[in-house]
């Protein structure tokens, strides 16, 4: 890969990056459940306020890729390690998507479900972008891949049992945080957890092909 065609991948991928941290601004403030894999920094947010829910966010990228490399060991690529300066990246993003989106009012459930679903396909577009950029994994992503190439599984099946556990430990959680009540986790996050890779998919078939022409990317 020429230095060109990186510096492509790598700003595709950031403005990838910026769109799913926006998503998830989308369903944070609407506040009826957030994404499977960003209910845990969510729900420790909640808790523990005093830091942004954009630092959380990142603190828990760090330790998916953390996790990505425990278990890979010598497999674990280099450049992967970009996935840490990105978490802050992302982290920042977040706070920033939530500045952005607290100017929309929430009269009412109606306009807290159009906020939601607009999360959701925010989100998908940004995780489209960054899976067509095919440079950097996002770290939810890397993690289930790891886990996946380490096991021998099925990545779709890592990746179903791997957000259910995110689920349950955001559940586990708030239980304990808050005397045994469970918040963040609502039908927003059983909607997203059911048609963000739809819409993923969806997104891909759309603008793969014209973004590899556009900015002359190899397609491999």
């Known amino acids: 890969m ?3 065609e990186f510096i492509k991948r790598f700003l595709l991928c950031i403005i990838g990056i910026f769109f799913v941290a926006l998503g998830i ?28 829910f954009g630092f959380w966010s990142a603190s828990w990228n760090i330790v998916m890729v953390l996790g990505q490399i425990l278990i890979l060991r010598k497999n674990f690529e280099k450049l992967q390690l970009l996935q840490i ?13 939530l500045k952005i989106i607290s100017v929309f009012p929430l009269y009412n459930y109606f306009m807290q479900v159009i906020l939601m679903l607009m999360g959701v396909v925010v989100l998908a577009f940004g995780i489209s972008l960054t ?13 289930v891949k790891a886990i996946a190439d380490a096991s021998g599984k099925d990545f779709g099946k890592v990746k179903t049992i791997f957000d259910i556990g995110c689920v349950t430990a955001s559940a586990l959680l708030s239980m304990i945080f808050f005397n045994f009540q469970i918040l963040g986790i609502r039908e927003g996050t059983l909607i997203a957890a059911l048609f963000t890779g739809l819409l993923v998919n969806s997104f891909n078939k759309i603008l793969k092909k014209p973004l590899v022409k556009a900015l002359k990317l190899s397609n491999d």
């Not at 300066?85 to 998507?97: A, E, N, R, W």
């Open 131 to 143: 899976i067509i950029a095919d440079l950097i994994f996002n770290a939810g992503e890397g993690i």
């Open 25 to 52: 601004a989308f369903s944070k403030q609407a506040n009826l459940g957030i994404s499977t894999i960003s209910s845990v920094p969510n729900t420790v947010s909640l808790k523990f306020d005093f830091v942004s």
């Open 2 to 4: 020429s230095k060109v």
């Open 85 to 97: 300066p990105l978490s802050f990246v992302f982290g920042y993003f977040t706070d920033l998507g």
